[in-house]
């Protein structure tokens, strides 16, 4: 059973009360776009108050100093190409030890050249973002004309430049029929991952439609489905974890995992239109298991002034890498050690069976509620409603078992797929 286990979630290879899984820095807020969902409401000019050169060198040596090897570091924005010195810190990085992967916008600045000088530099990764299967539905999502062009010919070039590409999607209402002819964009252009990134109401996100918790349900169901179409992840979606233990279940049992888990029609709309686009024929032999890592547990967030929270989505923090190591911060302060702790999640989230390996979106949680402890809001799970209950039991203490066993060995999988945002 801790082999099945360990086949379906992945534990971080640390304690994640030591080190973060990843590092995720705003390198600065401007960017030329204007997107629906923006969380940093990112503006054209760069901010005189963000961590220049030096400094941020000094947070590359913070970050290294958690030990080897190093969490992930990616540099994000706004737009990091505004950064004259975007190559110069990847190299620094990688001089240091520290694997720097990067997550550009897709603007006229990701051009070919661009690309050559990151994969020089030493760029372990880059993700881009698609929100579309088409120019009309991805550039309205983005607010200018031509960067679903610009993002596939940039994904195009990194690709045959052999670097590793994860491609991510921003899951809302404006393309929740699309996800399938988006899957087949990856599955044909070729990604290491796709990431689908559950919407979180903050920024200029805060207007965007919220999707129902059903409708999160049957999009996570069809995301594991296509785990077998395409490597697949999801983002701000905890609760895949939650899915993904209950369709290994459903599937040893044999039971119908749409009848038993109440799927909808927006499940069966997604299924029919992947069958119709082929996505139904497996290319993989496995899934990837989902990481278990959350908010502060694994993940740290540094904004562009060198404040530190616990994910890029949930803005309360914790201190500034100009004042305090991070190393600091992120062990002993007291929102990192208090979401790590999953007994003071309340609501459903803290009676569920499944809060230690799942935890829900504690970002969505406080840009609903104002409370980064209360249930998450896109899930309809009932604890105690899965009816396999003796078999979950067995599952989730031989995961325990598993991930205590794991937490000191070097996770492979986790090693060969470097760019992953929170999961």
């Known amino acids: 059973m801790s082999a099945a286990v360990h086949a379906a979630i992945r534990r971080q290879r ?4 030591e080190r973060p899984f990843i590092v995720i820095w ?3 807020r401007a960017c030329p776009l204007a997107c629906l969902h923006c969380r940093a409401e990112a503006v054209p000019d760069r901010d005189p108050r963000e961590l220049d050169t030096a400094a941020a060198k000094d947070l590359l040596r913070q970050v290294a100093a958690f030990g080897q090897p190093a969490p992930l570091f990616v540099i994000t924005g706004g737009d990091p190409f505004q950064r004259p010195d975007l190559t110069e810190l990847i190299a620094y990085g990688r001089e240091i030890g520290v694997r720097v992967a990067v997550s550009p916008s897709g603007t006229p600045t990701l051009t070919a050249q661009r690309l050559r000088e990151l994969h020089a530099a ?4 880059l993700s881009l973002s698609l929100d579309g299967s088409t120019a009309d539905i991805h550039d309205t999502f983005r607010g200018v004309p031509g960067v679903f062009r610009w993002t596939l010919d940039a994904w195009d070039a990194a690709r045959a430049l052999g670097m590793k590409v994860q491609i991510n999607t921003t899951v809302a209402r404006h393309n929740l029929h699309d996800l399938p002819d988006i899957v087949r964009l990856v599955a044909e252009h070729g ?3 796709w990431s689908a990134f559950f919407l979180v109401p903050t920024g200029r996100g805060r207007q965007l439609g ?4 059903a409708e999160t349900e049957d999009v996570l169901n069809f995301v594991y489905d296509v785990g077998l179409t395409v490597p697949a992840k999801t983002t701000e979606a905890h609760h895949f974890r939650r899915v993904t ?9 044999g039971d119908n995992h749409a009848a038993v888990l109440g799927l909808g029609p927006l499940y069966r709309e997604l299924r029919e239109r992947a069958a119709e686009l082929g996505l139904d024929a497996a290319a993989r032999r496995t899934r990837r298991p989902p990481l278990d890592v959350n908010a502060g547990r694994g993940f740290v967030f540094i904004s562009h002034t060198g404040t530190v929270h616990p994910s890029g989505f949930l803005p309360l923090g914790a201190g500034s890498v100009r004042e305090t190591p991070l190393t600091e911060i992120y062990r002993t302060s007291e ?5 790590r702790d999953s007994g003071r999640l309340g609501g459903r989230c803290g009676a569920c069976e499944f809060r230690r390996v ?3 979106s504690r970002s969505r949680a406080y840009g609903v509620t104002g409370d980064p402890y209360a249930e998450e809001p896109w899930c309809g799970y009932v604890p105690g409603s899965f009816p396999h209950q003796q078999e979950l039991t067995t599952l989730l203490s031989a995961s325990a078992v598993a991930g205590g066993r794991n937490a000191s060995h070097k996770d492979s999988a986790a090693s060969s797929t470097p760019h992953q945002a929170v999961a």
């Not at 640390?14 to 009360?17: Q, V």
């Not at 030493?122 to 990764?125: A, I, P």
């Not at 233990?245 to 049992?253: K, Y």
């Open 14 to 17: 640390h304690d994640a009360g």
């Open 26 to 28: 705003e390198s600065t």
């Open 122 to 125: 030493g760029t372990v990764g």
């Open 191 to 193: 990604a290491m991952l």
């Open 210 to 213: 919220v999707l129902t918790p």
């Open 245 to 253: 233990l209950q369709r290994q279940i459903l599937a040893a049992t």
């Open 335 to 339: 929102l990192f050690t208090g979401l």
């Open 358 to 360: 799942c935890g829900g």
